[in-house]
C-alpha cells in the first residue's frame, strides 16, 4: 500500500494550499476593508472641513452699522499750503481736543 512520491508531493501541496489560500483571502479581504474605512474617514474629514471653511468665509456681520464721525463744529479744512501750514496746524492742534493718555496732551 505504498503511495507513489508523485501523490505525496500532490496531497501534502493541496493540503497547504487549503490552508494558504483561505488566509490570504481572509488577510486581503480585511485590507481592503481597512483602504474602504480609511476612504469614508477621509470623506468624512473633508466634509467637516468643508463645512467649517464655509461657515468661516461667511461676511462678518457687525451688531451696528458703522457711520461717518460727524465733522468737529468749528473746524475749517481749507485747503493748507507751503507757506501757511504752520499756522493751520497750530490753529488744528487747539481745536481738536486730545486723547485721554496722548503723550501730547501732558504738555
Known amino acids: ?3 507513489s512520491k508523485q501523490l505525496t508531493f500532490t496531497l501534502a501541496c493541496a493540503v497547504v494550499l487549503s490552508a494558504v489560500i483561505p488566509g490570504v483571502a481572509g488577510y486581503m479581504s480585511a485590507r481592503l476593508e481597512a483602504i474602504d474605512v480609511a476612504e469614508r474617514n477621509l470623506r468624512a474629514l473633508e466634509a467637516r472641513l468643508d463645512v467649517r471653511e ?3 468665509a461667511r461676511p462678518v456681520s457687525f451688531p451696528a452699522p458703522c457711520f461717518r464721525t460727524p465733522a468737529t463744529p468749528g473746524l475749517q479744512q481749507g485747503p493748507a499750503t507751503a507757506l501757511g501750514e504752520r499756522e493751520y496746524t497750530k490753529r488744528l492742534s487747539r481745536e481738536v481736543p486730545a486723547w ?4 501730547q496732551s501732558e504738555n
Open 100 to 103: 485721554p493718555g496722548d503723550p
Open 54 to 56: 464655509a461657515r468661516d
Open 1 to 3: 500500500m505504498g503511495m
